[in-house]
């Protein structure tokens, strides 16, 4: 890339919306996303979907709520009856002209709502032609798993290798469907936690993981590691998991390097 575009003259210079699009197409880490997204007030947040939006932004922007508030959806519903019913909202909800109001109803009822309401409606948000339903839905099905959703986040899966359903059927999927499908989770989700659900006998690719993530799984699935491969997590942030590693490890000299590096 060159690098006058990363000049910060040339950033400071480009409108708010170019400028999260362009660190998202070259792949700044979503804390910075994030905190570029917080300068600008929710009611502008808006401008940054479309069906282009990269997977990153919108992810960054789903995080922002989920932290904020928990499924509390970032829209806030005017001008509707109180008393409308479920279906009726989802029956909006199906209709292309009244959709945009519906699905914001729905996302902030959906947690309310009995178990046959809450069926319907992650139905119809996953059988959406539209990106943001059926992550919204899988978001919420990470949170709130049921068995029964099972083989419509896989037919998502294997339609879109999306994200969101990926890291469901990594949290929730056989075993056997795991290790018949691994190299496109691990493309589709991360390597280190679909790696987890592998045998401890299984290869390691060194390559896709990060030295904290390396610790982190021979941690956890008592492999071998050596001193001078532990030793790369000096460069990582302080983190209690990486403390954990080393302890489960042994590695008692670097944890002390690594508290004595952190406080001087």
């Not at 409108?15 to 979503?30: G, I, Q, R, Y």
Request: hydrophobic residues 40%.
């Amino acid at each position: 890339m060159n690098r006058n575009l990363i000049n910060l003259d040339n950033l400071m210079a480009m409108s708010w919306k170019d400028l999260v699009m362009f660190l998202a197409t070259h792949n700044a880490e979503e804390r910075i996303l994030r905190a570029i997204i917080r300068t600008k007030p929710e009611s502008e947040w808006e401008q940054l979907i479309d069906e282009n939006t990269p997977q990153t932004v919108s992810h960054a922007i789903d995080t922002i709520y989920w932290e904020k508030n928990a499924f509390t959806h970032r829209y806030e519903i005017k001008d509707q009856p109180k008393y409308r019913s479920s279906d009726e909202v989802l029956r909006d909800f199906l209709s292309t002209g009244k959709r945009q109001i519906a699905r914001k109803e729905l996302q902030v009822r959906l947690q309310y709502l009995t178990p046959y309401e809450q069926k319907r409606i992650l139905y119809a948000f996953m059988d959406s032609d539209t990106k943001l339903d059926r992550a919204f839905a899988c978001k919420y099905l990470d949170k709130h798993f049921e068995p029964m959703y099972l083989k419509a986040i896989e037919t998502i899966w294997g339609l879109y290798h999306e994200y969101e359903a990926a890291k469901v059927l990594t949290h929730y999927v056989s075993d056997e469907f795991i290790a018949e499908h691994f190299e496109q989770l691990a493309e589709d989700y991360r390597y280190l936690p679909v790696r987890l659900r592998m045998p401890a006998s299984y290869p390691v690719d060194h390559s896709r993981l990060e030295a904290h993530e390396l610790i982190c799984l021979c941690a956890r699935q008592h492999l071998p590691l050596t001193e001078q491969e532990a030793s790369a997590v000096l460069s990582t942030p302080y983190t209690s998991s990486v403390l954990w590693a080393l302890g489960e490890l042994g590695f008692t000299n670097i944890i002390l390097r690594h508290y004595r590096q952190m406080s001087s």
